[in-house]
């Protein structure tokens, strides 16, 4: 077909012809978690079905929230916020457990943005806007629109969220299809965040104190998937009785004491991986029970002239810079819980050591520590994609208030494919040192400090259902 074509044409000027041996069945199967109904800090385990093709992308995670108690909150942004923990095995054996991972989800999240209209159906990319409709009648309904800080707010029941963006296997897996007749009975836990993550209080007219009974249940658990069969056995026949390598992304995050500002930040951990991708350093400012919606217009009294949504956030944020009301409440245009605010504000330097070696020339100021946070996401200073920041990021102040990361790349990044490229210390730990100063002797706020580790690791599945992560 292709004798009359020279070999120097590129690929688009070919003629590709291909086809599946047989027939395909693709149909759409629903798992019931074992509780289907949860609290805060508590588990959920969902079994996946076995002898099923699954693909990974079609993984959804669907769950219905009851928000109670007597001082209104509203939901924090992106549904993975009610995750606090993420973990996964198979046949019985551990292949994934990312702590935080609602933090972590928001770190990413918020570089990698999606627009709005895409979560719909329940991913709740936006917490600003309750909507509503009368019941049906003989005429059209109208929509009903208000903003979700009106004092007037009352709390919201029936919530149906869905998680369909994942971090770690089921959203970096170098192959999307999983043969769970290979790997046994995969088992998703899920563990629900404590109020003061998942929920924000609303703007009062009085001074309002939330409590531990400001929270909320979970009911109606259940994950849906796309499962694969095929009538012809060649698939089955070629990946049997061999060594299956699926390479995927783990995340390990480590917390640490508390200190000033003022103080600097010095902290290290130590990690044994045959790759280290990248590390990440940030803070935030520690919670034990809900607070206000980091957003403007959550320090005033609530009333319809003092709160906004974010699409008014964003028509004048010159307007609506910090916040109003009297307090030192910090706001813009965050929309989000205090728990999942990065707050690296004020930074002068920052530097990453491996084994007390520096990685750069130098410490790294706000700018060049920005820079260098698009060459380790693989934006390489470029705009080459619709997706970017959230929009909440106004400026680079806005950005170390409120979204704070700093990074440093360790491997090759390959978009096409999943290449293990990363720092290896496995058989003896490293020691990753991560030093930060601020700007300000009486800069006394106390952050937490946080390191995460992004991994490149191997999930072998061999015969017989042996499963071993390298």
Same mark, same amino acid.
């Given at each position: 077909?292709?004798?009359?074509?020279?070999?120097?044409?590129?690929?688009?000027?070919?003629?590709?012809?291909?086809?599946?041996?047989?027939?395909?069945?693709?149909?759409?199967?629903?798992?019931?978690?074992?509780?289907?109904?949860?609290?805060?800090?508590?588990?959920?385990?969902?079994?996946?079905?076995?002898?099923?093709?699954?693909?990974?992308?079609?993984?959804?995670?669907?769950?219905?929230?009851?928000?109670?108690?007597?001082?209104?909150?509203?939901?924090?942004?992106?549904?993975?916020?009610?995750?606090?923990?993420? #973990?996964?095995?198979?046949?019985?054996?551990?292949?994934?457990?990312?702590?935080?991972?609602?933090?972590?989800?928001?770190?990413?999240?918020?570089?990698?943005?999606?627009?709005?209209?895409?979560?719909?159906?329940?991913? /709740?990319?936006?917490?600003? =806007?309750?909507?509503?409709?009368?019941?049906?009648?003989?005429?059209?309904?109208?929509?009903?629109?208000?903003?979700?800080?009106?004092?007037?707010?009352?709390?919201?029941?029936?919530?149906? /969220?869905?998680?369909?963006?994942?971090?770690?296997?089921?959203?970096?897996?170098?192959?999307?299809?999983?043969?769970?007749?290979?790997?046994?009975?995969?088992?998703?836990?899920?563990? %629900?965040?404590?109020?003061?993550?998942?929920?924000?209080?609303?703007? !009062?007219?009085?001074?309002?104190?939330?409590?531990?009974?400001?929270?909320?249940?979970?009911?109606?658990?259940?994950?849906?998937? !796309?499962?694969?069969?095929?009538?012809?056995?060649?698939?089955?026949?070629?990946?049997?009785?061999?060594?299956?390598?699926?390479?995927?992304?783990?995340?390990?995050?480590?917390?640490?004491? &508390?200190?000033?500002?003022?103080?600097? =930040?010095?902290?290290?951990?130590?990690?044994?991986?045959?790759?280290?991708?990248?590390?990440?350093?940030?803070?935030?400012?520690?919670?034990?029970?809900?607070?206000?919606?980091?957003?403007?217009?959550?320090?005033?009294?609530?009333?319809?002239?003092?709160?906004?949504? %974010?699409?008014?956030?964003?028509?004048?944020?010159?307007?609506?810079?910090?916040?109003?009301?009297?307090?030192?409440?910090?706001?813009?245009?965050?929309?989000?819980?205090?728990?999942?605010?990065?707050?690296?504000?004020?930074?002068?330097?920052?530097? /990453? /050591?491996?084994?007390?070696?520096?990685?750069?020339?130098? &410490?790294?100021?706000?700018?060049?520590?920005?820079?260098?946070?698009?060459?380790?996401?693989?934006?390489?200073?470029?705009?080459?994609?619709?997706?970017?920041?959230?929009?909440?990021?106004?400026?680079?102040?806005?950005?170390?208030?409120?979204?704070?990361?700093?990074?440093?790349?360790? !491997?090759?990044?390959?978009?096409?494919? *999943?290449?293990?490229?990363?720092?290896?210390?496995?058989? #003896?730990?490293?020691?990753?040192? %991560?030093?930060?100063? *601020?700007?300000?002797?009486?800069?006394?706020?106390?952050?937490?400090?946080?390191?995460?580790?992004?991994?490149?690791?191997?999930?072998?599945?061999? &015969?017989?259902?042996?499963?071993?992560?390298?």
């Amino acid at each position: 077909m292709y004798e009359n074509i020279p070999a120097s044409y590129p690929k688009e000027f070919f003629y590709n012809l291909s086809k599946l041996q047989g027939s395909m069945s693709k149909s759409q199967i629903k798992c019931i978690a074992d509780n289907t109904n949860a609290q805060p800090s508590t588990i959920t385990n969902i079994r996946l079905p076995i002898g099923s093709l699954i693909n990974l992308d079609s993984l959804a995670l669907w769950f219905t929230i009851d928000i109670t108690g007597s001082n209104v909150t509203i939901p924090a942004r992106y549904s993975s916020t009610f995750i606090r923990r993420l #973990s996964i095995t198979m046949n019985n054996v551990s292949v994934q457990i990312i702590q935080d991972y609602n933090f972590v989800y928001n770190c990413f999240a918020d570089l990698n943005n999606k627009d709005k209209t895409k979560g719909l159906a329940g991913e /709740f990319l936006d917490n600003s =806007i309750i909507y509503g409709e009368g019941a049906g009648a003989a005429t059209e309904v109208a929509l009903t629109a208000t903003n979700a800080m009106l004092a007037s707010t009352t709390n919201q029941t029936n919530l149906k /969220f869905c998680i369909n963006n994942w971090m770690g296997l089921f959203g970096s897996a170098s192959t999307k299809i999983i043969n769970s007749d290979l790997t046994g009975e995969c088992v998703i836990s899920c563990e %629900w965040a404590p109020n003061y993550e998942a929920l924000a209080g609303t703007p !009062e007219s009085g001074a309002t104190t939330y409590t531990s009974s400001d929270t909320y249940s979970v009911k109606d658990i259940y994950m849906t998937m !796309e499962a694969l069969s095929f009538s012809d056995p060649s698939y089955y026949n070629s990946i049997g009785n061999k060594d299956l390598m699926i390479g995927f992304t783990d995340y390990v995050v480590t917390k640490f004491a &508390p200190v000033a500002k003022s103080s600097g =930040i010095n902290v290290t951990t130590y990690l044994n991986a045959g790759s280290v991708d990248s590390i990440y350093g940030t803070a935030f400012i520690q919670q034990s029970l809900p607070s206000e919606l980091v957003a403007y217009g959550s320090n005033g009294d609530g009333a319809s002239a003092n709160v906004i949504n %974010w699409y008014k956030y964003l028509s004048d944020p010159v307007a609506y810079v910090n916040n109003n009301g009297s307090g030192g409440t910090s706001g813009d245009g965050f929309f989000n819980t205090k728990a999942m605010q990065r707050n690296l504000q004020h930074l002068a330097t920052h530097q /990453f /050591f491996i084994n007390n070696k520096a990685l750069n020339y130098a &410490p790294f100021g706000p700018e060049e520590n920005f820079h260098n946070l698009l060459l380790t996401l693989g934006y390489e200073n470029t705009d080459a994609s619709s997706n970017g920041f959230h929009s909440g990021m106004k400026s680079l102040k806005h950005f170390y208030k409120y979204y704070g990361l700093c990074a440093q790349s360790l !491997e090759l990044i390959d978009k096409d494919s *999943f290449y293990i490229s990363g720092l290896s210390s496995q058989g #003896s730990s490293c020691a990753v040192n %991560w030093v930060a100063t *601020f700007s300000g002797a009486s800069n006394t706020l106390q952050v937490t400090p946080v390191i995460i580790a992004k991994l490149s690791k191997i999930l072998h599945v061999k &015969p017989g259902r042996q499963i071993m992560i390298e």
